[in-house]
């Protein structure tokens, strides 16, 4: 009986220990598994950085004429 406890003791807390870094994981707004994000470049020149949440869409090919016309870059993903 004893080593029953024990057992469910030891998978209780590691669910709840995975469940637990999971969310963490998944809340973070900084974490990536392969690469450092980029949050600042250090520049002398004055510039913004166009990024594109949501795409491709219904107005993915006005948003890039849009771009191609002004000579603007911009990122999707």
């Given at each position: 009986?004893?080593?029953?406890?024990?057992?469910?003791?030891?998978?209780?807390?590691?669910?709840?220990?995975?469940?637990y870094?999971?969310?963490?994981?998944?809340?973070?707004?900084?974490?990536?598994?392969?690469?450092?994000?980029?949050?600042?470049?250090?520049?002398?020149?004055?510039?913004?950085?166009?990024?594109?949440?949501?795409?491709?869409?219904?107005?993915?090919?006005?948003?890039?004429?849009?771009?191609?016309?002004?000579?603007?870059?911009?990122?999707?993903?």
């Amino acid at each position: 009986m004893k080593k029953i406890f024990i057992r469910i003791s030891v998978v209780f807390v590691l669910f709840f220990s995975i469940v637990y870094f999971t969310n963490e994981l998944a809340s973070s707004r900084n974490f990536q598994f392969f690469t450092k994000p980029v949050g600042k470049v250090e520049t002398s020149e004055r510039v913004v950085a166009l990024t594109f949440d949501d795409g491709p869409g219904v107005n993915t090919n006005e948003i890039l004429t849009i771009l191609r016309e002004e000579n603007v870059k911009g990122t999707f993903y």
